[in-house]
């Protein structure tokens, strides 16, 4: 094998190998560009906008007065030290106190450095608080809820139906917020247990959710995308893998949305199904590791692509597997936690199912929804997000959910678009 | 007692009947007894740096734990349990057990050499601090030896928010260790503060004016009233959640109309100041090591003691800063945000003074300096973040992200513990007698300052690219893998370091070079005295003349001999140094508050058997510590005088001495 690079010295070698490493750990060498999914300096909106302009001006005025002060303490350092050992035992210098001018001089430009850091700080303070006076009334209101350790986002405004009766109710979904994009959307920040905190970097600033405390804030996506929020307050056991999405979408598209998700749980009209049938072998899903990632650099390429690809039935559909895994998503009990609208499972204690289909992820933001990572999430949710309350129902009521189980109920959540 | 030592022993009370054995004062100078009984501060102050550094090795171990899980996305070295009481661990005891007594131990060691006194002014109170703070840092830690799945050490975070802190969120007992772990801590440092405000106001010896106190003198004062002043928010709170978590009260209890946020408020109130209780005692020792390696006085000495004084003060009025999430609205945000601004001026005061120290100097550039300005280089870059979080609309992105992570590690160990460093080399001639090696003292330098760097510096990208603190897992698509894998990397060096700075030290306190005194060439009271100190400290007690006592003592010789000779004749007169006896019943009153802990922590509160061990146990805590505070104030408080020969040796310690 010819040898590329004859020439380099043994730490440009080193330095090869250690670029090598970290291009091994990841491939982000670029991380000084900060312009990650939770980026707060490649921001989306006008919110995180303003507060990075105050960041900047709190960088620049800091940088300023750091090379100052530094080069004066580095020449003073340099300039005053003592050369060698004779110097070192030399008669001492003179012996001043200090001089308080110079003191008073630097007081008053530390104070001045200040009022500029001090006056966009207080300009922004007023204006990511609330939706601008003249926007308020155009603006979007969404409550959103945190639980240990996911997010429920309720719609007040919208109404969905709740059976074929035609009883309504505010809209519910969980994990993944939809907003319509251009628009203020005021945010009521609510908590049914611990404090958690809501946060999309690229949007807005967090704001703590916090029990009996009426807390809100205010964001807006400037084009429609997709953007990565995270729980950003310590919240207990799995208080790392409790993220969610935002979805921005324009508001044609918006509105079609909303229209699907006040409708019923979609139902894949089935042939009655055999009970007595024999049920394919299923061949038992691979092991994961504890937190393996449940994420694709695909997806990543152009989530909002991906994420819409989810509103749509998925491609050969089972429909005997679909209503199989239908009556057992009641007969194993998820019903009790969980709501389908229209297919008779109301519980409210977990996120609302009714269209879980049509998310891009699962589990709080945390593994992507598809077959396999909904299938792992479904054997052992312990081991995805340790401590949670599905394992808790597993414990408790000796619920197991065996590979044919597993594929079936897969193909139900699939199926509700 | 022999009848040779009575003569040396002249107390008054010996003169009327024997007491009963039980009272009689303890002898023993070594051996366990000795350090058991010892109220001298200088043993004292030893003991807690001892402590001290036991904890801040196992701090550090939990951090290269910590570091090692995030080395690499979804990285599965640490369950998240573990991971959480790691962190929570890692803070609470960095904090509480390992830089406050660190700083403790100088205030003991230090601050009675630099005023000229023989000792502080309660030296059984000072034993007792000592005592009680172990007892706290026994309950602290005392979850890691018991089973994970009822008790295990503390996991709610060092803050303990509530209401993820309650009995329905964390039924197990780690939350009862760390709330009685704290409130014992709380105990040692008040009691121990109000000995030093009483030993500073007291017992300075004459010319000592306030406003020739060793800046290092004034930071203790300062942090003291800081201690007695901000510790009674958090006592006030940790008892309300103890009783929410015992007796179904609903201060912080949301179904029983608690307000969570109280928590918040009221810890904070005590956290805010506690930053400044961590980086006051690091600027005094810095103000003490610059003026000695830069051989002039300190620039702007009333300058520097008012800025600390100030920093104290507005210390007290910017809490909510660590709130500015909470939807406190917008005046209260702005008033924080002006305030914690305000803050920069006296800050950055000092840092002129420092530079201002250096200017015109005959900069020595040994190891101890060397730690002092590269804690000035990284607490001025902590200072420049802590500015970036004043501005509150930034601060909501930064906010519990890795910036946040970056900010305070480089003033607490940019700061802090540099400072802390720094002051073991500058005293540890001093204290031992013995000096650290040049050459290794500035290799472990170097080594710490670069993994310091190699470590933290990345942290403020990973939080303004959005990576959330006490995260147990990240997944690889975020941006943060390399960031994360160079910090893990600058970890090991950091730790490489501090093990050469240690290893050093141990090495250097058995064998290391033995060097005269003054070895420095120093400017204050501490270095006019022997290496290691005598027990009584100052042969004669000095006379102060100038701001700078030493200093100036070593330029007008003729003047301060006569002087003291003349002091040393008008003590023999009043009947030799007087010396405080030991005393074995802090320790037993800190025995007793351990059990009492152990007792309200480790057993359930519910019926049989539960509440009849705890209770049970509790009261036998109380009782021992009943027991000592009893003997505590009848043994009384008398002391003995000691008597010197030529060489400064106390003529009493040698058994066959006549007089």
Redesign the interface.
Known sequence: MPNFFPNLARGGRALAALAG??LL?????N??R????????VVAGPV?R???H??Y???W???F??VV??A??AY??FK???RNEV??H?E?????????F??LG??GA??LA?VI??V???S???S??DVPEAERKNAYEITATGY?WWFRFEYPAELAALDAAGAKAPLVTGNELVIPAGRPVRIH?RTV???H?F?V?KL?????M????A??LWLQADQPGYF?G????????????MRFRVIALAEKEFSAWLEQQESTARTVTAPVADAAAPRPQVAALRSF?????G?S?KF?LDPLAGWQAKQLPEANENAALIGQGRQLFAAKTCSACHTVRGHGAMGVQGPDLTHVGARSTIAAGLIENNAEQLRRWIRDPESVK??NKMAKAYRENKISVSDEEQVAIVAYLESLK | MDASAKTAYLTKEELAPAKPKLLSHPSAKTGLMGWLTTVDHKKIGFLYGFFALIFFLVGGFEALLIRTQLM?????VL???Q??TLFTMHGTTMIFLAVMPLSSAFFNFIMPLQIGARDVAFPRLNAFSLWTFVAGAIILNIGWFLPTATHGAPDG?WFG?A??TSKQ??PKHSIDYWVMGIQLLGVASIAASLNFIVTIINLRAPGMTMMRLPVFVWMTLITSFLIILSFPAITIALVELMMDRNFQTSFFE?SG?????LWQHLFWVFGHPEVYILILPAMGIISEILPTF????????P?VVFSGACIGFLGFAVWSHHMF???L??VA??AF??AT??I??PT??K???W??T????????RTPMLFA?GF??MF??GG??G??H????????????YFVIAHFHYVLIGGSIFALLAGLHYWFPLMFGRKVSEFWGKLSFWVIFVGFNVTFF?MH??G????????????????????N??ATMGSYVLGVGMFIYFAVLTYTFFKGERVKKDYWDGRTLEWSIDNPPPEYNFRVIPTVHARDGWWYEKHHRAEIEKEKSAHAQAEEEHGGIHMPFGSIWPFVTSVGLLVGAVGITYFDSDWSPGIHAKLGVSLVGGGIMFIGIYFWSLEGNEGYHLHLDQDGRPIADEPHAKH
């Open positions: 490493l970290l750990s990841g491939c982000d060498v991380f000084w900060m312009d990650g999914h939770q980026s707060t300096i995180a303003e507060q990075l105050v960041f001006v709190t960088v005025v800091t940088l007065i750091f002060v530094g004066v303490l003073a350092t005053f030290r003592a110097d070192e030399a001492p210098p003179p012996q001043g106190h200090g001089n308080p110079i003191e630097l007081i530390s104070v200040l850091i001090a966009p700080t207080l922004a303070i007023w990511t608080h240990q920040l247990d611990v404090i905190s946060w970097p807005a600033g967090k704001v703590d916090i029990p009996n405390r807390n809100f990565w995270q729980c950003a307050e310590y919240c207990g056991d799995s208080h790392a893998v590791r504890q937190n393996e990632s994420v650099a990543d340790p401590g | 690499v996305p979804n990285n599965d369950t998240a349990q991971y959480n975070g928010y209401p993820l969120f964390i949301v109309g608690g307000m969570p946020i830069a051989r002039k006085p300190l620039f702007g000495y300058i999430t909470t939807g609205g917008t945000t702005a945000s002006l601004m305000a920069a001026v950055g005061v840092i002129f003074n530079i201002g250096l200017w015109g100097g005959h900069i020595v550039m300005l000035v280089w001025m870059m420049m973040s500015i970036m004043a501005a509150a609309p930034a601060d909501s992105q930064q906010q519990d992200s990345p990208f990973l303004l690219n959005g990576m959330p603190r006490r995260t147990f897992t990240y997944d690889p698509n975020l941006g943060w893998n390399t960031a894998f160079i």
